[in-house]
């Protein structure tokens, strides 16, 4: 039966405003069907993505409302529908906006973690059908994000987008595999392959930027260059990894790329951009070393701008390469990253700056657009 009634503990709450503090209302959500699974959201925390889309005017292909945001998050499964073997009522699992079928040629592939069956169609609601599992209290359809909402007491994922973790994990941390850290920490790891000795500089210290700074550190990279326009991120940088700091608006009559040449002796081996924004990603590939120099694009591009770079420097020997969910295959990376955290390979203490009551989400929008955190955790209030 759908769960509804706001007076019982069943309740769904979804965001229904882009644009103006966010408002918490009554849905129904309805039961699993065939391969998904009902979650119940334990703690979500807030990417930057989540902003991208509340902002998001409403003629935009991508822009579909009203919607329940969140997409990083971890909870227990409440049910199951028919053909789900691979979790159970009562498992802890972490729901990711990135599917993971096991099955397509891309699954099966070392290649890519791509999912060529449901992953490279437009976003939809649910994968296989296209429809939503949430309805406002008129009946009317409220829509997924990302294949997960968990800005929502419960929601509906497909068992693609489900990944089983240990029972014992920290839930505050849990919330961060599913995106943000896993990103960052995959495309130092998988994507870069950075190595002991090199040098490496990341355009933008959010989250994302800080988990290469980890990744980066724990494979003995030499020298991990921050570049930010907040000066306070060099402190911050400092405790995941980083031992230099590039402020652009303190490069004087120089650019970036040309400081980072300088402090490098010839460029960084490895360069990644966190930001989102085509004239960072062209910065990034210039502050790399003719030769080998490898660029990751991390960030999505904002306004859609084109890349350009110029075909003399590749010539040169300098790559550039795209990098989702860090190159991460989640059904097998996750647990994987999950128990070097455990094992006290990779220490991801530091990212969770703020906690906050489900009913305070807006708090948690404040702190990240006022550049005051890392991460937010949201706790939901059953």
């Not at 329940?68 to 499964?77: D, M, P, Q, T």
């Not at 997960?148 to 973790?165: E, L």
């Not at 980066?216 to 020298?223: H, I, P, T, V, Y």
């Not at 911050?236 to 031992?243: A, E, N, Y």
Request: aromatic residues 8%.
């Amino acid at each position: 039966m759908p769960i509804r009634s706001i007076t019982r503990e069943f309740i769904g709450k979804p965001i229904r405003c882009k644009g103006e503090p966010l408002v918490i209302e009554e849905v129904e959500l309805d039961p699993p069907k065939s391969w998904e699974v009902r979650i119940k959201i334990l703690c979500t925390s807030l990417c930057h993505s989540d902003v991208t889309f509340w902002k998001m005017d409403s003629s935009a292909p991508a822009a579909k409302f009203p919607i329940i945001l969140g997409h990083e998050a971890v909870g227990v499964v409440e049910s199951v529908g028919e053909h789900v073997e691979e979790v159970k009522e009562g498992d802890l699992v972490v729901p990711v906006f990135l599917a993971n079928c096991g099955e397509c040629r891309d699954c099966e592939s070392r290649k890519s973690n791509m999912c060529s069956k449901f992953g490279s169609g437009a976003i939809r609601d649910m994968p296989r059908d296209g429809t939503s599992r949430f309805r406002d209290m008129n009946g009317k359809v409220v829509h997924h994000l990302l294949g997960v909402s968990s800005f929502s007491q419960y929601t509906v994922v497909d068992v693609t987008h489900v990944v089983k973790i240990h029972h014992h994990f920290p839930l505050h941390m849990a919330c961060l595999l599913s995106c943000g850290v896993s990103t960052g920490v995959g495309a130092a790891w998988k994507v870069a392959d950075v190595e002991k000795g090199s040098t490496v500089a990341i355009f933008g210290l959010g989250a994302v930027g800080l988990a290469v700074a980890v990744a980066a550190k724990q494979r003995g990279a030499s020298k991990i260059i921050g570049v930010d326009l907040n000066q306070d991120k060099f402190e911050i940088g400092k405790q995941f990894g980083v031992t230099d700091f590039v402020n652009p608006s303190s490069c004087n009559d120089k650019s970036v790329s040309e400081v980072i040449k300088d402090m490098t002796d010839g460029g960084a081996d490895y360069c990644f951009e966190c930001i989102g924004l085509a004239s960072l990603m062209a910065e990034a590939f210039n502050s790399s070393r003719e030769g080998w120099g490898k660029t990751v694009i991390i960030g999505v591009e904002m306004h859609g701008s084109p890349l350009s770079v110029s075909s003399y420097s590749i010539l040169k020997g300098r790559t550039i390469t795209g990098s989702l969910f860090g190159g991460f295959k989640p059904k097998t990376d996750i647990p994987l990253l999950a128990n070097k955290y455990l094992d006290k390979e990779l220490n991801l203490d530091g990212f969770v700056s703020q906690e906050v009551d489900f009913k305070d989400i807006n708090k948690a929008f404040d702190y990240l657009l006022q550049g005051n955190t890392i991460r937010c955790i949201i706790r939901m209030d059953h």
